[in-house]
């Protein structure tokens, strides 16, 4: 008896001990196919030389592929186990039909998806079971056509990660990095050449990774998608590892060339040179086609040469300027696709206009791809030099810039005579319509904390620009139309079509006046030299503006009340805070108010060496100096205001020269976009 017990404990743990050999050992590799190792169903077929077709170019086809053996996906402590897989692929569309619908590598608990659909589908889900978290099937999309639960179909090329449907988790356009660079380059997935695929999951760190790139290069360092995901909750106890494709009225021969998959460790890699090679014809239809279009091709370049040989130098100055920008992409935010940003907008549709400038209009857009809310300048450029400075300008001003209180730059895009830049949405709009209440969330109302942050995070964020960068940036249109405010109520200061690099050291070379009137310091009309003093100016006015609620130049009875000259008045006839804004009634902190009214006049100082610099800006508003205004005053209170008043009075503030600026006949005739048009 206690032999038998014995015997049966040393069976049972051989059987234990080989379940998880298994499940730390399990791995295979195929470079080509045969029936031994795999299984397929409806149009799926293993060709002579190897290749495993899952479909072929024809309309309404489905087509599986199967590991013959199950994988035992959950350990003993029932999480997901690590896993990865690499294969390669080849897609040959029907260049009539423009290909489609494209593949997906699955996990799933059986071999096959019966009832399935084709086309969006992917022959994996249908319309009933879409979404359905009973499924248990993981995939890893490999999408030729965007148009799921669209009502048109349009051009995909782009990865998704999936979970019990067609809905991806992550998703992202086809690219790779080029090891060693930041440049990341397109993979059409539909090119009919061999593309590499890496699908890995860490199931300690639950992360999954997904990399493509084309066949002759080796594995990116950076992945095209890292989600976090945690796979113990959809898939089973074992999991079967394959392929599925289907077709739709556009149609592709979808190709899996060499798979190798393991279990707790990286994929073992496959012997390209022994992969099956499957050739990419094209149709004598096609190949008409493009003949006709290589003729028509030629015969546009001849003609281009021509025009040139006419010496147009003006079109010669412009297209080389537009061409130049090509080369930025290295060392600024990633291009844009315009179908995507087409997409995300809407068709740029007047309905989603979030804003209008002098260069064109701000779109509100929503990515496809992954549902991110973005922000799009489209400039109008008419094919002009001044278009194509302001789109340049931006690029190299936001491209590199980095900080909590600038609106970032996501990427940028040219089509035809289109230029876009995108921007991360900011959702509470502009500063100055949060002002004066004419947005569509007019109903906010800023108080004064709110206000006192939103002036030290513009602050923050000029500081950045004039010392803490690499060269010094000259914004040149410092305004609050220009300060978006986030969804924490938190400055981001943007629109750098004007703005101006050079090196720390040096003196700007700006010559033209431009800016905003009411923000222009009295300088710049005269020399047109453009400098960090001219920014701090604007950011004086700024400063009046959020603490009194009134803009920089009103028109009160047909003539043009100056803010700064306000100010002045109310201090002349009563005392400084008779000027604050009448919506805080006394609602703000007096210590604070004083300060960002006296900065706010010694910033926009009509003599540019009174003015203090940014970073004496910051110690201010921080209290760690003392604004000399405020030095040794008396502590009694009607006695402390008149003091405050006087010493203002004695910045020379109240002299005719601001007045006389502002309303100058010279500088009252020239309109905003004038000053814009200046470089």
Known sequence: MALSSSLFLILCFVILFNSISISLSLEFVYNGFNTSNVTTDGSASIEARGALRLTDKAPNRIGHAFHKDSIPMLNNTLNASSFSTYFVFQILPDYASRGGFGFAFTLSPSPGFPGAEGDHYLGVFNSTNDMDPTNHIFLVEFDTVNGYNEKSDGDGNHVGINVNGMKPLASDAATYSQNGTRAKEEIDLESGEPIQAWIEYDGVK?????????????????????????????????????????????????????????????????????????????SPTTSNAKLKTALIATFSVMIF??????????????????????????????????????????????????????????????????????AVKKIMSNNSLQGLREFAAEIESLGRLRHKNLVNLQGWCKHKTDLLLVYDYVPNGSLDSLLYNNSKNGNVFLNWEQRFNIIKGIASGLLYLHEEWEQVVIHRDVKSSNVLIDADMNARLGDFGLARLYDHGKNSHTTNVVGTIGYIAPELTRTGKASTSTDVFAFGIL???????????????????????????????????????????????????????????????????????????MRYLNRDEVLPIFDKLSSAGSRRVDEITSRFLNLGLSDSFITSFYNSSSVGRVSTSSFHSGR
């Open 543 to 617: 400063l009046l503006e959020v603490a009194c609620g009134r803009a920089p130049v009103v028109c009160e009875a047909a003539r043009n009340v100056i803010l700064v000259d306000w100010v002045v008045e109310c201090m002349q006839v009563g005392n400084i805070y008779d000027a604050v804004d009448g919506r805080l009634g006394s609602n703000y902190v007096s210590e604070e108010m004083e300060i960002v009214l006296g900065l706010g006049l010694l910033c926009s100082h009509p003599k540019a060496e009174a003015r203090p610099n940014m970073r004496q800006v």
């Open 305 to 374: 040469l021509l025009v040139i040989a006419l010496g147009s130098i003006l079109v010669y100055r412009r297209v080389t300027k537009f061409e130049h920008l090509e080369d930025w992409e290295l060392e600024c935010p990633r291009r844009f696709r315009y179908r995507d940003l087409y997409k995300a907008t809407k068709g740029f549709k007047e309905s989603e206009i979030i804003g209008i400038g002098g260069f064109g209009s701000v779109f509100r857009g929503v990515l496809q791809t992954n549902g991110t809310e973005i």
């Open 206 to 282: 639950k992360l999954l990774n997904v990399t493509v790139a084309p066949v002759n290069s080796s594995k990116p360092i950076e992945s095209l998608l890292s989600e976090p995901i945690d796979l113990s909750k959809f898939v089973k106890d074992n999991m079967y590892a394959g392929f599925s494709a289907a077709t739709g009225k556009k149609y592709s021969s979808h190709y899996i060339l060499g798979w190798s998959f393991k279990l707790n460790g990286m994929a073992d890699p496959l012997s390209i040179d022994r992969l099956p090679f499957v050739p990419n014809l094209r």
